[in-house]
């Protein structure tokens, strides 16, 4: 047989500067070694060169991108802070990605999203947090991470782990959810559980030992306690198993011609299913790997008779793979039965990886997936001199890190303390790093307990490791899929930054306007960009970078100057199976507001959760209420603001005589005004609220409020109209005492608040001259929270906090280094 291996140490190139650098390395070099003839090996044939081609090029449009959180305890109380930290890495060597600029973290209850944040990537990594309120209600939340490009594999793809707030039971099992639903040739869903079969390689094939895994879950997802016996027609059993590990099990039988099956499943309520397997093929491969070996694995692929028969002296390839990079293929003809082949396991990365059986035309026939673990991690260590400490003492941490090889690392790294006596921990089961974005980031459905497969590997833990891959790790064969769409490029691009697009149309038909000139303002931040409409209308502003909210401002005219237009904003796509948090809005159009619901009591983006506010109760504030100001700078953002009131008590006859001993640098005479101040004046334009009018008719007694706009800054975002400046009058007139002025409806004009990135305060951590000064009572479960470590050229870094009262402390550090290496390491210490 054939055999042709890809050195696991090109992916030490990789450059993490450029993202162009980054996906060339990454997936680019596949192809180049794969045109290669090697010394001592022989030449890839044709078709298996083709199929790892287009992988290769698929993978380099299609690089996967996954995303962990660190957080800083694994549950939380009302007003307590969410603190995390998130690594994006990219590819199967998990470096930290250059692709995406921009994140998305969202704290949800079920499928409804509280808060969302945009966060900005850093070199891969962002720090952040979610604040709760007093009055949130306790239960199991969840918090889902993801970038845009992440968008392209699904929402299975992304960060989803559940934690618990307020009271309540811990959660003991599922820790990383997914929506992906587990997909197998048969699935039985009696009252009492669910139960999936899963040949080992897909198929159940006649004439040859079939094995078949099988998994039984509860309705509340919890695994379900099963046995299985399976029978022939005669009623004979031909094989018996058990659930064990998470409700899975294992037994294996030789179909025979002619006859169908049955698996008996007995519950513990000693009630019976009975299910009929699926027919076995009459041709066909089985495809097993053995995983046992410490150093090897053995690939065994077999062909039954009629099968060898009619494709005698056909070829078959075998690819395997893992996030799209081949790191091993081998191709031979069907000349016998059955075939063995043994692999070192050193060609491989830690992670999943994806074996792949191939007939000798290129269509995919079987599939098995494997769990491949690796002495590839960081190794990190810390030192505090000590173990024991005193209330309130000074602690310093030594962090070292170090590579698989025992040199000194340049990585980035996270760092949480918490009392372990009041924030209880199991360890043995948590989600870590490793077990994200080597594991449960690969695997469909819900992992519960994903730690435990990776933290103390033992025999039992590797065998229900296997079982997992076996159940869990199976898919249907998507190649065809993925091979015919290599020159498609995804349907989401990766964002570099925040962006702002829409759609331009004739206010009379909707007709989409090309060659639209499109204004984005922000007074705030005294900032323009322009740009123009696409054939179809269409508009983007891409690659913003604007912290926290902002009050946009969106102004169109069409090809002819005419301001006659529609705009609507368009807003985020919603996410399958959960709810994207929009702000309440289903669309922004020229001068109005839609709430998508008006029932909804979700608040914006980024915002607190505050309690219920009765609207008709007015707040008193020694600042002037501005709210009803149609201002597009937003209410009280002006030069000069006078208020009703104040003319009121002035006893002046006409509004010229009122304003003109009010303004400064403002001429009113009659009904004109006109700007006198420096740099040359002219008539300035009137608004009446939010409209373009005059003082004509307007007296005093009618004025609310006046603003006024002589600043470049602040008159930009009405552009012609404000050549001279601007009086903004908003009058008393129909204004309900109680009740906001809406602003008039203004074509080719939108103006709405936009959140930007997320800015997360910083972990506050107290300081004592000696530990007498600390409090007697300190009930801070999170003592320590720095999301920000980067070791130095000799892999060191220095921690220093002050510790709480007495109990037992948890460090744990995680991180990357530069070369994509995981490291975790968990330290305690004892305060007394």
């Not at 009975?274 to 790997?289: H, V």
């Not at 979700?602 to 709210?627: C, G, H």
Request: net charge neutral; aromatic share 8%.
């Amino acid at each position: 047989m054939n055999k042709f291996y890809l050195p696991r140490n090109m992916e030490n190139l990789i450059p993490r500067l450029k993202i162009f650098l980054q996906l060339f390395f990454l997936f680019g070099i596949s192809a180049v070694a794969n045109s290669q003839q090697l010394p001592g090996k022989m030449e890839v044939d044709s078709n298996m060169g083709k199929t790892v081609s287009k992988l290769t090029v698929y993978t380099a449009n299609h690089p996967i991108e996954k995303i962990y959180l660190q957080l800083n305890k694994p549950s939380y109380e009302r007003m307590d802070t969410i603190w995390f930290k998130v690594y994006t890495v990219i590819g199967s060597a998990h470096q930290l990605s250059a692709v995406s600029g921009v994140a998305y973290a969202e704290l949800m209850k079920d499928d409804s999203v509280i808060r969302h944040l945009n966060l900005k990537l850093e070199s891969g990594t962002a720090a952040s947090n979610f604040i709760l309120p007093p009055n949130i209600e306790s239960g199991i939340y969840h918090i889902r991470a993801y970038t845009d490009w992440m968008k392209n594999e699904g929402p299975s793809g992304f960060y989803d782990q559940p934690l618990k707030i307020g009271d309540g039971p811990l959660i003991g099992k599922a820790t990383i959810v997914s929506t992906k639903k587990i997909t197998a040739p048969l699935t039985n869903t009696p009252a009492e559980a669910d139960v999936q079969f899963f040949p080992e390689g897909g198929y159940l094939v006649i004439g040859l030992r079939s094995v078949v895994a099988f998994k039984a879950t509860n309705p509340d997802g919890s695994p379900a306690i099963v046995s299985v016996n399976i029978t022939d027609p005669d009623g004979n059993d031909v094989a018996v198993a058990e659930s064990g590990h998470e409700g899975m099990g294992i037994f294996a039988f030789t179909p025979q011609e002619d006859k169908s099956y049955k698996a008996n499943i007995h519950f513990s309520n000693s009630s019976v299913q009975t299910i009929a397997l699926p027919q076995a093929l009459t041709e066909g491969y089985t495809f097993t790997i053995n995983n046992r070996g410490k150093d090897t694995l053995v690939v065994k692929i077999a062909a039954n008779t009629p099968l060898l028969k009619s494709k005698a002296g056909t070829g078959f390839y075998v690819i395997a793979q893992s996030g799209g990079k081949v790191y091993y293929t081998t191709s031979s003809k069907l000349n016998e039965s059955v075939y063995s082949i043994r692999i070192a396991k050193n060609h491989f990365p830690t992670g999943v990886i994806r074996f792949t059986l191939f007939s000798g035309i290129g269509e995919p026939m079987n599939e098995r997936v494997v769990f491949i673990q690796q002495p590839d991690n960081l190794n990190l260590k810390i030192n505090s001199g000590k173990s024991t400490f005193a209330p309130g003492e000074k602690i310093n941490l030594e962090l070292t890190g170090s590579s698989p090889t025992n040199q000194p690392v340049i990585g980035s790294f996270s760092t949480a303390v918490i009392s372990e006596s009041k924030v209880p921990v199991n360890g043995a089961t948590e989600p870590t790093i490793f077990s994200q974005l080597l594991l449960s980031s690969e695997i469909h459905g819900t992992i519960n307990d994903p730690g435990y497969y990776l933290a103390n590997q033992d025999d039992k833990t590797i065998a229900d490791l296997d079982m997992l891959m076996l159940t869990q790790g199976y898919r249907k064969l998507e190649w065809k899929r993925l091979l015919d769409s290599v020159n498609k490029m995804p349907k989401y691009a990766a964002s570099s930054g925040l962006s702002i697009s829409g759609r331009v149309a004739s206010i009379n038909n909707n007709k989409p306007l090309p060659n639209a000139k499109v204004t984005l303002f922000i007074a705030s931040k005294q900032f323009t960009l322009d740009t123009l409409t696409d054939i179809d209308g269409k508009f983007v502003f891409a690659g913003l970078d604007i912290d926290d909210a902002v009050r946009i401002i969106i102004k169109a005219k069409s090809a002819n100057n005419s301001n006659n237009v529609n705009i609507v904003i368009d807003q985020p796509e919603k996410i399958p199976n959960s709810i994207t948090f929009n702000k309440k809005l289903t669309s922004i159009t020229s001068g109005t507001l839609k709430n998508s619901n008006p029932n909804d009591e979700k608040p914006s983006n980024d915002s607190k959760l505050l309690k219920e506010v009765n609207v008709n109760q007015r707040v008193k504030n020694s600042a002037p209420d501005l709210s009803y100001s149609a201002n597009l700078n937003g209410g009280g953002n002006a030069d000069q603001v006078v208020m009703g009131a104040d003319l009121a008590t002035m006893g002046c006859v006409t509004i010229a005589e009122c304003l003109a001993s009010k303004l400064s640098m403002v001429s009113v005479r009659g009904n004109n005004v006109s700007y006198v101040g420096r740099g040359g004046g002219g008539p300035m334009t009137v608004f009446i609220n939010g409209t373009i009018g005059s003082l004509n008719g307007i007296s005093a007694g009618d004025i609310y409020s006046i603003e006024v706009l002589t600043s470049v800054h602040y008159k930009a975002i009405y552009g012609h109209d404000a050549a001279h400046g601007l009086l903004l009058i908003t009058t008393k007139r129909g204004i309900p005492d109680n009740e906001r002025i809406p602003p008039e409806k203004t074509p080719g004009l939108v103006n709405y608040e936009f959140n930007g990135y997320y800015k997360a305060g910083s972990f506050y951590t107290p300081k004592y001259n000696s530990p007498t000064d600390a409090p007697k009572q300190d009930a801070r479960s999170a003592i320590y929270w720095k999301p920000d470590i980067l070791t130095d050229k000799n892999g060191k870094a220095n921690l220093e906090f002050y510790n709480a009262g007495k109990g037992t402390y948890r460090v744990v550090v995680e991180g990357i280094d530069d070369e994509g290496h995981l490291g975790r390491q968990v330290f305690r210490y004892t305060v007394e």
